[in-house]
C-alpha cells in the first residue's frame, strides 16, 4: 500500500478482517426469513438508532459534508432542522400503521391499502433509486482507497464491495445493525481525531481557524432569503429537510426495515426520533472539520471537493492515525452498503419473488432466496459505481445521491399519504398520482434546488391522484 505504512497497513487490515468476520458470526441461528431480514423483531432501539444514523450519512457524510464547508459555508446545517421535524411526523403518522400488522416491508402498507400493484410500483421504484443513490456512496467510499493504494478505481470498488456482501450475506439484518454501531462510533471518533490534528497543525489552533472563517462569512448557519433555486436557505432547510425525511424515513425500505425490528412501536418512535438529534451533533461535527480544512490549505482549490478530507488523512496525518481514519472511511462506506444490499434483497423477496412463486407464508425458502438476492445487489452495486466514474469530476457525490433520491421520494410520499389520510382512493388513482408527481419534477428540476422536489412532487401526487379518483369515480 504506497500511501500508508506498515502500521497504517496493519491497523487497517486488522479492522477489515475482523468486523466482516464477526458480522458473518452475528447470523448463526437464523433460520427464517423474518430472522435475515427483521432481526426477529426484537433488536434493542439504541442499537436501531445508531443504524439508522450510520446508514443515512455514510461515507458522504464522512468525505463530502466536509468539502461542502470547505467551498462554503455551514448553511448545509439548515437541513439538520427539517430532518428532526420530518422524523417526528413519521414516528407519530407512519410507524403505528406500520406496527398494526405483521408487515414485512414498508410497500405492504400501500398492498394492504390499495393492491398488490401500487406495493410493486413502490418497491420497484424504491430500487432503483437506492441503486443509483447507494452506487454514488459506494464509488465516494473508492476515492480514498484508490488515493493510497493506488490501485484503479474499478479493483478500490470491489475490494469494499466484496468485504461487505460477505457479512451482510452471512449475518442478515441482525449482523447490518449491530456493526453499524460499532461502525458509527468508529468514524465520528476519526472526525474527532481529525479535529485535534488541526488544532494542533494550524498556527493558533481553532481559535485561529474560527476568527478566519468568521472574517470570510464561512462561519454562516441561517441564510433567511427566498430562492427555490438556492438548497440551502432556512425555509428550503424546514420545508424540504422535513419532507425529504418523511419520505426517506417513513417510505424508503431501507431506514423502514431498521425501524420494524425493533420490538414494539414505541421502541421504533424512540430510534427515530432520536436519530434525528445525532444527525444534529454528527453533521455539525464534519463541517467544523470542513472548516478546519479551509483554514488549513489555506482556501487551495482542489479538483474534487470529496478528495479534500482523504487527502489529508492520506499525507498529513501520522502514522497509525491515518490507517484508523481510513478504516473509519471503510467503516460509514460499509455500513451504508450493507443496509443497502439487505434493503434491497428484503423488497425482491418479500415484494416479487415469494408473492409469484407463491411463498409468501414460507419463511425456509425466503430466507435462501434473500441470500441469493443479496449476492446479486451487491454486483449490481459494484457495477453502477464503476459507471459514476466519469461523471464525478463535475459535481459532489453528497448532491448526487441526495438528488438522486429526492426525484422520486414526492411520488413515494404522495402515495402514502393518499394511503393514510384518505378512504376513497383506489389503486388505479394512486398509480397515476405517483406518475405525474414523479413526471413533474423530472420536468423542474433544471429549475428548482433538489430540496423542493420532494414537497413539490408529494403535492403533485395528492392532487393528481384525487383528481383522477374523481374522474374515475362512477356517477350514481
Not at 293 to 320: H, K, N
Request: glycine share 12%; charged share 10%.
Amino acid at each position: 500500500m504506497s500511501g500508508l505504512s506498515s502500521l497504517d497497513a496493519i491497523v487497517l487490515v486488522a479492522y477489515l478482517a475482523g468486523i466482516t468476520a464477526w458480522g458473518a458470526w452475528l447470523g448463526r441461528g437464523q433460520k427464517a426469513g423474518a430472522d435475515y431480514f427483521l432481526g426477529g423483531r426484537s433488536l434493542p432501539w439504541g442499537a436501531v438508532l445508531l443504524s439508522v444514523v450510520a446508514t443515512e450519512t455514510s461515507t458522504l457524510t464522512f468525505l463530502s459534508i466536509p468539502g461542502v464547508a470547505y467551498t462554503g459555508s455551514l448553511v448545509f446545517l439548515q437541513l439538520t432542522v427539517g430532518y428532526v421535524a420530518g422524523r417526528i411526523v413519521v414516528a407519530l403518522v407512519l410507524l403505528p400503521a406500520y406496527y398494526r400488522g405483521e408487515i414485512s416491508t414498508a410497500y405492504a402498507l400501500l398492498e394492504a391499502r390499495f393492491g398488490i400493484a401500487t406495493r410493486r410500483l413502490a418497491s420497484a421504484i424504491f430500487m432503483v433509486t437506492r441503486l443509483l443513490a447507494d452506487s454514488v456512496r459506494l464509488f465516494a467510499t473508492a476515492i480514498p482507497l484508490a488515493l493510497i493504494t493506488g490501485w484503479p478505481y474499478p479493483a478500490s470498488i470491489l475490494v469494499i464491495a466484496v468485504l461487505t456482501v460477505i457479512y451482510t450475506y452471512c449475518g442478515g439484518i441482525r449482523a447490518v445493525v449491530w456493526v453499524d454501531s460499532v461502525q458509527m462510533g468508529l468514524y465520528l471518533l476519526g472526525a474527532a481525531i481529525a479535529v485535534a490534528v488541526i488544532q494542533s497543525q494550524v498556527p493558533g489552533g481553532w481559535s485561529e481557524v474560527l476568527d478566519s472563517a468568521m472574517l470570510a462569512g464561512k462561519l454562516q448557519v441561517l441564510d433567511f432569503s427566498w430562492s427555490l433555486s438556492a438548497p440551502y436557505t432556512f425555509l428550503a432547510g424546514l420545508a424540504g429537510g422535513a419532507v425529504f425525511t418523511m419520505a426517506s424515513h417513513g417510505t424508503d425500505q431501507i431506514i423502514v426495515q431498521r425501524l420494524l425490528t425493533c420490538r414494539d412501536l414505541r421502541s421504533s418512535q424512540k430510534a427515530l426520533i432520536g436519530s434525528g438529534f445525532a444527525v444534529v451533533g454528527q453533521f455539525l461535527l464534519f463541517l467544523l472539520v470542513g472548516i478546519g480544512l479551509w483554514s488549513f490549505y489555506g482556501g487551495q482549490a482542489f479538483e474534487r471537493t470529496d478528495e479534500i478530507f482523504a487527502r489529508f488523512i492520506v499525507d498529513e496525518l501520522p502514522a497509525g492515525v491515518s490507517g484508523l481514519l481510513i478504516a473509519c472511511v471503510f467503516a460509514a462506506a460499509m455500513s451504508s452498503l450493507s443496509s443497502s444490499v439487505n434493503a434491497l434483497a428484503s423488497s425482491t423477496a418479500y415484494d416479487y419473488w415469494a408473492p409469484l412463486v407463491g411463498a409468501s407464508g414460507d419463511e425456509g425458502r425466503i430466507l435462501k432466496a434473500g441470500k441469493i438476492f443479496t449476492l446479486g445487489w451487491g454486483a449490481l452495486l459494484a457495477v453502477g459505481a464503476m459507471m459514476f466514474i466519469p461523471l464525478s469530476r463535475h459535481t459532489s457525490a453528497v448532491e448526487v445521491a441526495l438528488g438522486v433520491a429526492a426525484v422520486v421520494y414526492g411520488g413515494l410520499l404522495g402515495a402514502f399519504a393518499l394511503g393514510v389520510l384518505t378512504r376513497g382512493t383506489r389503486q388505479t388513482a394512486v398509480i397515476a398520482g405517483i406518475g405525474l408527481g414523479t413526471a413533474s419534477i423530472v420536468a423542474i428540476q433544471d429549475v428548482v434546488a433538489w430540496l423542493w422536489y420532494v414537497p413539490i412532487g408529494a403535492t403533485m401526487t395528492i392532487v393528481a391522484g384525487l383528481a383522477t379518483q374523481r374522474i374515475l369515480r362512477p356517477k350514481r
